[in-house]
């Protein structure tokens, strides 16, 4: 079935370093990819998406890249700020799945320290 | 302004209970989903609607039940069946159904089985 695999925390940075996270994926045929952020005690936010290979998705100085090849869309930010302690999460939606449901990985914690 | 509502936030009940998660949104969107989120998990979807009168078991909707009487409006019963409820719950909407579409989420209920 498909799946969502991310590198597990917590990650540790300190401000204005640079973050990677890793995610990959498995899926039949062509899935959207996303990352959302979680803050504590709070719902998910979108914070990016690539509909389809080689796109880029980007905000907030995020960047993922939807790379088929690698079946991988990892999370990067140039400068990370302590605002960005977080949970990120990595997800697909899958054309051939009439829920189009978001399977998510398990999350990684990011922490910025001053 | 536009968003999704879940009350109430905290959600304590006696073992035995039936409980009800609110869920509404006013952003005209045609398709709703319940998610649950565990600590150091990922979501995992447990019904969906892609449109009003009709509704589809997701992943774990054993000892759950939804309605979908209202475009609005998303209710989630936790029944007594329902072995092991306490859990962070997550309320999703999205323009239609779709893979690239983006899902926005609730703040969320948190539920605890005492």
């Known amino acids: 079935g498909n799946s969502v695999t991310q590198m597990e925390g917590p990650v540790t940075l300190s401000e204005e370093a640079f973050l990677t996270i890793n995610c990959t994926y498995t899926a039949t045929g062509y899935p959207s990819l996303f990352w959302y952020v979680q803050y504590p005690g709070e719902g998910l936010q979108l914070l990016l998406k690539a509909t389809k290979a080689d796109d880029k998705g980007s905000n907030k100085g995020f960047e993922a890249t939807y790379r088929k090849e690698t079946t991988s869309f990892h999370l990067e930010k140039g400068s990370v700020q302590v605002s960005d302690s977080a949970v990120y999460f990595c997800a697909l939606s899958s054309p051939l799945d009439s829920s189009y449901k978001l399977i998510f990985g398990s999350g990684t914690r990011l922490l910025v320290r001053p | 302004d536009g968003g999704i509502t879940q009350s109430p936030k905290y959600l304590f009940r006696k073992e035995g209970q039936n409980v009800t998660l609110s869920c509404e949104q006013n952003?005209?969107?045609?398709?709703m989903y319940w998610y649950r989120q565990d600590p150091g998990q990922g979501l995992r979807l447990i019904y969906y609607s892609q449109i009003v009168n009709d509704f589809q078991k997701g992943d774990i909707a054993e000892g759950y039940s939804v309605s979908r009487e209202k475009k609005e409006s998303f209710p989630l019963t936790v029944t007594s069946a329902q072995k092991n409820p306490t859990a962070f719950y997550l309320c999703?909407?999205?323009?239609?159904?779709?893979?690239?579409?983006?899902?926005?989420f609730g703040p969320g209920t948190r539920l605890t089985v005492l």
């Open positions: 999703a909407s999205s323009t239609q159904g779709g893979p690239i579409y983006e899902q926005f």
């Open positions: 952003l005209n969107h045609d398709a």
